[in-house]
């Protein structure tokens, strides 16, 4: 099974997939006082709205199906452990 970076909603359980690009039309960056890694997340399921840092991503392992539609339910994905990261997730120094 593919390892996605997504962001789970905390109303529904929706999980909300990053593209190979790191977009999804439901998660915007967002101005904050906070800091420049702030975003958003409209859930469209339920309607929900709220804010993120970006070391709130995570990676789970979802479907290819999943993981083409850009989203998967509840019970159709399971969070990776954290201390397992693809080599193409690790930031090499240059």
């Not at 399921?45 to 991503?57: N, T």
């Not at 789970?60 to 199906?65: E, I, L, M, Q, R």
């Not at 539609?69 to 954290?82: F, I, K, P, Q, S």
Request: some cysteine; glycine content about 8%.
């Amino acid at each position: 099974m593919p390892i996605a970076l997504g962001i789970a909603c905390e109303n529904c359980g929706r999980l909300h997939l990053l593209n190979k690009a790191g977009a999804h039309p439901n998660i915007y960056a967002k101005v904050s006082s906070l800091g420049a890694d702030m975003f958003g997340l409209n859930c469209n399921v339920c309607k929900m709205a709220r804010s993120f840092h970006k070391s709130d991503l995570k990676p789970y392992t979802v479907s290819a199906d999943a993981q083409v539609v850009g989203h998967a339910d509840r019970g159709e994905y399971v969070l990776v452990n954290n201390s397992i990261r693809p080599a193409s997730w690790v930031k090499t120094k240059s």
